[in-house]
């Protein structure tokens, strides 16, 4: 499972009954569909996410497209079942991110921790790696805290942290 850093999830919303890009911006506008009241909640419903960034990101090479190139090399060879990237709304707050519903497109959601237990239901050892990028791996340690919780910690193999803030 691959959850991306700060605004490395594309945002979106339905208008007139097409889809449009909110994040990254389009036009000046989109960025006012995303701002958020004085309590952190968004003031323009209907927000969603359904992909990461893999364009754009050039800090010495794509590094989202290179990645999940990569990640799909290690399916087509067998090394390992699957992989999903788990992208959320990052103008939320940790536990709506962690335990919430996330919006994807067509009014349909996930939540991160059944996705993560579903992964390793399917994989060959009946555990799962969790690879965080910057806030991702926040996230991520949110996540393992929530399975810790749970009773259920042993589903994941390995959490790795890419550039993650630390104490």
Do not use: C
């Amino acid at each position: 499972a691959f959850i991306p850093g700060f605004q490395a999830s594309r945002l979106y919303i339905k208008e007139n009954g097409s889809e449009n890009r909110l994040w990254e911006p389009n036009k000046n506008t989109d960025a006012e569909k995303l701002f958020l009241n004085e309590n952190g909640v968004p003031i323009k419903s209907g927000v969603y996410t359904q992909d990461i960034i893999d364009e754009g990101l050039d800090f010495g090479g794509n590094i989202y497209k290179s990645f999940m190139g990569f990640m799909d090399g290690l399916v087509s060879d067998g090394t390992i079942n699957a992989w999903e990237d788990l992208p959320y709304d990052w103008r939320l707050k940790m536990d709506d991110i962690v335990s919430g519903d996330i919006q994807i497109a067509d009014g349909e959601s996930y939540r991160m921790i059944d996705t993560i237990l579903s992964l390793a239901e399917n994989s060959q050892t009946g555990k799962v790696t969790i690879i965080g990028h910057s806030n991702g791996g926040l996230v991520g340690k949110e996540i393992i805290q929530r399975l810790e919780d749970m009773g259920k910690a042993d589903v994941v193999d390995k959490f790795i942290m890419v550039a993650v803030p630390q104490l």
